[in-house]
């Protein structure tokens, strides 16, 4: 069964950190690639990071230096590292998995799977 759940979201002030945390099932966590995607109000989903199916980790660069994806594998489990975090990366964030992904999107005729999302609000 597929499946995505994500945690870990909060409100932080500006300079914090917070650490989300994705749960995928096995399969998907094996067979996937998975990424981080957000979506602020009013605005398109995009990208945040991809670790896509060959183990390499793409970031947009809007979150390149600041944002960090780790994986454990023994527990099915991808993470976001958020660092100096910005009032402009306030969104909700998803957890997503594809088939096959492209740069820091899902591919786009990829059967595509989303987690419900976790709020992030930076102030």
């Known amino acids: 069964q597929v499946q995505l759940v994500e945690s870990g979201g909060g409100s932080v002030q500006a300079g914090g950190s917070l650490r989300l945390s994705c749960a995928a099932s096995d399969y998907m966590f094996m067979t996937y690639c998975l990424g981080w995607f957000r979506q602020a109000p009013g605005k398109e989903r995009e990208g945040v990071a991809v670790?896509?199916?060959?183990?390499?980790?793409m970031y947009a660069a809007s979150v390149r230096g600041r944002f960090t994806v780790s994986q454990d594998s023994a527990k099915n489990m991808m993470y976001l590292e958020m660092n100096s975090l910005k009032p402009e990366d306030t969104a909700m964030y998803y957890c997503?998995?594809?088939?096959?992904?492209?740069?820091?999107?899902?591919?786009?005729?990829?059967?595509?799977?989303w987690g419900q999302g976790t709020q992030v609000t930076v102030s």
């Open positions: 670790l896509n199916n060959a183990g390499t980790i």
């Open positions: 997503a998995a594809a088939e096959y992904c492209s740069g820091v999107t899902l591919g786009k005729y990829a059967k595509q799977y």
